[in-house]
């Protein structure tokens, strides 16, 4: 039986490889703003920090992403 120190632990170890639209490896900073790896979208994460501040984790925050994502071809799984 795993304490719930080791679950909290590893678990956040699994998210924060994981980016959301190609599956390769993501720093937590990003996964935090909800998005995608610095090889899917290069831009510089500020930019998105002060959006998520606007518009917190809604759909139109993700429909921006997307639409970055599919300007730059990077498009994979990401979804509003
Ligand atoms: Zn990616």
Known sequence: MYSVEWVI???KAIFMEICPNCGNEISDERLLLG?????????????????RKKLDM???????????????????????
């Open 9 to 11: 632990k590893n678990m």
């Open 58 to 80: 809604s759909i139109k925050y993700r429909r921006i992403l997307v639409k970055e994502l599919s300007k730059n071809e990077r498009l994979i799984n990401y979804r509003s």
């Open 35 to 51: 998005l995608p790896c610095d090889k899917c979208l290069k831009n510089n994460i500020e930019k998105y920090l002060m959006l």
